[in-house]
């Protein structure tokens, strides 16, 4: 073969190799993408889209396309972005509906906001996964600080943030290091959080954040004051705490030791040690330990400091033990909305034992409950009545009740009004759950922030510097009326006296179990003040 030939063929050969090396990298870089905006990274679509993509979870696919349609219908009005953080794949069926849950809530805040209020700017909305427990949210928070100064998307918010962990806490420092205002609606844990003092003087740790969910600190101290004024001052207690670690679990062991008891001392606090958040591990033998323990110990109420998961376990397994003719309340923290879902029907047979009577009952603080002011707005009125002669006016009636309910009808409105439209969300929301009612008061909120801050014309962006000014304002005559509860907001951003729906899960006689709205318990000990004014002095 002649030389040149030879030279040609080696030219051919080496670019076809070149060209199927090029064809190869674009087809792996193909794979690796999800969807626009999000890529597959350790097995996860991490990323951040508008555009209805469902992250592999088909529990959310209506409510996402919902949410994207929402954003098209407002292209081309005078809008921001505002992010919806939070984990959005799981391999557990009950986390996949809690995040249709929180979704849900999204969806519905954001048609509230845009339609509500009437007024510019809109929201348009993004949902961003950062990955189980939060475990990629470096990779988000770098994309939505690059929104955050884009013409185009104008970020002025980032809100979800649905679990206390290390990693949240991260991703909301750098948000907020950066000026973009957060507003976390379902995280519970102390450390995410400004402290507040008296002066208001105080440098903030997190600037520009907003919570609308009472502390693990403030939850504790309302079980507290509801369970004293039940009368159970005479019950030895309890505390059983996860020593794994976790701001949540932590905050919570820490709120609870912190209780003065008013009668017996019960025995120490009982560790135990679970491997993560969402894996069981050993604990069902240390809880078996744990509960052997309990019940030579005399003890009627425990404290429970620890993730829905391990609460479950626990649970059924002091149920087991069995301990003769003995009942105990298991009271635990906001995590605890989610167990009711995760029970079936034979670990509700094992909590009432075979005589049918309920060995074990379940009593958490949640962030809302729909039947709450309904309820203690009938026990309102029986007070009334027994004391006057008359019906109360409307300025008599208790504000603290009204405007919540008032919101919470608005609420279940919004629902029928998109149910109307045809426009699917997966399933009808569950409010018993609270994550529904929480997050949509999460995006109200940041809608009548955004609303409030803006000024000039309608196509005028508020900067995120005054969105995270406006949080501190929210209060007195600005207060934000909540499906759970009026959210008044401190100078550290929050929720100033939250009231905790106190529920527990019954067990009852036979079947599935009963959630029952026992009354609301108030972190100072009676309930917010007229028009939630914020006293003076208040740390």
Known sequence: MPRWKKILIAVLGLGLIVALGFTACELSQREDTCADGVVRTGGECIGVNSEGYDFGTPEIKDVARAIAQENKRIDGQPHVTVAMMLPLQSDKAALRRQMRSDLQGAYLGQRQANEGEGEPPKIRMVLANPGRNYEQQEKVVGTLLRMADSPEDQLRAVT??????DTTEEAVKRLTEHKIPVLASRISGDRIAN????????KARFPGLARIIPTNHDAAQALANFNGERGRENLKTVLVYDKRADSYNESLAKAFNGIKEQGQAGPAPMPFESPAIDEAGSTGNQFTQLANNICDSQADIVYFAGRTLHLRIFALKLAQVGCKDRHYTIVSGSDAASLRQDMAEKDWAQLRGADGRAKVTVQYAAPAHPNSWSAELARWNNKWDAAHDRKPTAEELPQYLTEPKAALNTLKKRIETTRGEGTSLGSAPNLEDSRTMLVYDGLTTIGKALHQVQSGGAEAVPSREDVGRQWSLLQSRHRVQGTSGLICLTSGGNAYDK??????????????GKLKFVGLGWPTGREQPKNCVIPSGTP
């Open 195 to 202: 402290e507040d003092t008296a002066d208001g003087m105080e």
């Open 160 to 165: 979800g943030f649905n679990l206390s962990l």
């Open 499 to 512: 009231p905790a729906a106190v529920v527990e899960l019954d067990p009852g006689r036979e079947g599935h």
